[in-house]
């Protein structure tokens, strides 16, 4: 494995947001969550996790608020303090519209098992109904009106019964009269001290399981009312329930971070019962939100990591740290900078050097220049960026926020006072990627407009000039682009359904439609510096490498199909970034947020029954002061045969990174590796449930 010195950058700042409220397709392998600051992402579950969109709130609105999120067929709702309904659109990534319910904030909506109707819960005590149509939403009618805001409700699966949570209170109504067929006091443990519903479901039998805040979860007869058994399942509030397609188990989880297991067993009478089985911690802070689907869980709270759990097939938990997507940091290769994208705003670094080009596994290297910050830039309040680009001179900067597009010259970038001058751009729109790159000594910008398709502008000192456009149809592709990479003479774009397609940025013509692959999702995809090949990976980990020429698959990539290892086929986390490397276009690096892996094309694959090996350089800073380094990395030593067997195979792996954010080469025998240290993350946390431990206090 060839040796790399790597600029180790540790002082990215990201601010962990928690998840409030997780909601999975019943049509499609899409799950959906809300963040802490109302943002929506939404991932792929086919084989692996695939972050797929992110809706950013809508600029300049004060009414912004995600409470609850639903899925009517494929299409996507969620209801908040500001007393909407709003539906999103999935391709251009914003609000397609937005319905009133009757009075006040809305806590929590659900849609019936046909998908056809509408159940939202508001603070006044409401449950407003709405028909799902082609066109949208229509009004229903308005449930009896009840003492106390509505936090939870759940449909039966007869489309006919719902089942509410308020403050010591559970109803099941009957949408067709209106009126509730039987109420369920939960009783209190002090006096004084209501009792809070936060959740609630209901099975096909008409069992109403309950969780609420003193900890309890119950579970009641819903055809008369009567409690047929209430656990003290947690030492605090339960936030969040869910139960099985089959109706067989349930979870329940909250405060206290506990994942309850219970089951239903028969008795000898015939009857049914749920009794509690086992449970796992699999969060260190509050879960605010439980999805089961089949036989894998999805969670996710305060800690932010989106976590992922199978019983009985799998006994382990992933967790998907809350990172921005590789795209937010780019690299201006001459100029040797970094930009780096916030919500907020931009920063611009010149990076460190060292004289030194040799040094231990893991050493790290002294350096000569320390990282200067040449540029930051903030964007107007409200709004929030989207995609930026920096020329690779780091003379031009772009970036598009939710409101508008923005072009900027810099100068003095590689030494003095930099300044900024802005460049308008002509018919801006908002896009969702951009790139700046030159052709034949011209600087050009090419967007992608949240619309679809793609335009290319030509940039002098002082104006923009539009050079091509073309629509996504003319592309041969569907709907927004999802994914992109480019060169200084070629560009890879791929739709929301995994079509790719490249187009040559000298002549703005399309070159090849790559081949599709429906086995999985398109996780992530990389061109070669030499623009002839284009490597993509997949949610079930496996490699493809395209000819973009001919739109075929190489040779390297058919016989890469029968060789991968079946540990790397069965890994649980997708990859999320691919980078070649300039003046080897042997060497491919793919990574995750844990696992960095070396394809070298030049050396055989282990046997698809090998077991994978681990390069581990241990010896990189985990503390808040060393924010930025110079290490060297390579091939772990290790000893006798199995040496000699990680340095001669084609597939190398290295957990030298904790949360790796992002990866480029910068130059030579240089890449730039941007690193989020979990503790990092942790201390931005706020405190957890205090629990005694045994030997503790």
Known sequence: MPSFRAHSLRFYKVEPKAITCLAHSPTSPLLALARSDSTVEVWSTKHTLVMQRIIHPEPHTESVSVESLAWGGDRLYSCGLHGQVVEYDLEKLCEARRHAVTSGPAWCLAIDKGGNKMAVGTEEGFVCLFNLTADGLDYNRVLDRQEGRILCLAWHSDGVHIATGSTDTIRVWNI????????????????????????????????????????????WNGKNGTLVDSVQSHKADVLTLAVSGDEGTAYSSGVDPTLMHFQVILKGDGRRKWVKSLHRVISTHDVR?????????????????????????????????HLPTPG?????????????????????????????????????????????????????????????????????????????????????????????RRVAVPDEDIVHHMALYSVGGEVRLLVCPRDGGVSVYSLTEDSVTLLHTATSTELNLTGGIARMSHTDSVCVLADYEDGAVCLDLTTNNLVSKLPGYTEATLASLGLSFDSKTCVLVYSNNRMMEVDLKTGRYTQFSKDLSSRLPRGWLSRRTAVTNVVHIEGNSDIILLHDHSILATVDKDKDLPEPSSKLFFSDPRSTPDTLTDTVSVSSFGSQHTSGSRLDQTLSSGLRMSRKYDHLMALHHLAGDEIVAVEVKPSVLESQLPPSLKQKKFGGS
């Open 176 to 219: 067709e009269t209106g009126h509730p067929t039987a109420r369920m006091t939960t009783g209190r443990t002090e006096r004084n001290k209501e009792t809070i519903v936060w959740c609630v479901a209901i099975t096909s039998d008409m069992t109403v399981i309950s969780g609420d805040s003193r900890g309890k979860t119950s579970f």
């Open 289 to 321: 939100s439980v999805v089961c689907v089949g036989n894998t869980l999805y969670s996710g709270g305060v800690d932010s990591y989106l976590s992922v759990s199978s019983y009985p097939t799998h006994r382990t938990t992933v967790k998907v740290p």
């Open 328 to 420: 937010s940091v780019s690299i201006a290769r001459q100029a040797r900078c970094v930009l780096m994208t916030y919500r907020d705003r931009l920063e611009l670094w010149r990076l460190g050097s060292t004289s030194y080009s040799t040094g231990g596994i893991g050493a790290v290297l002294p350096l000569d220049s320390e990282p200067v910050k040449v540029v930051e830039l903030g964007v107007k309040k409200g709004e929030v960026v989207v995609c930026s680009a920096v020329h690779s001179s780091g003379e031009w900067m772009a970036y598009s926020t939710t409101a508008r597009v923005r072009l900027l010259r810099v100068e003095g970038v590689l030494g003095g006072t930099p300044k900024l």
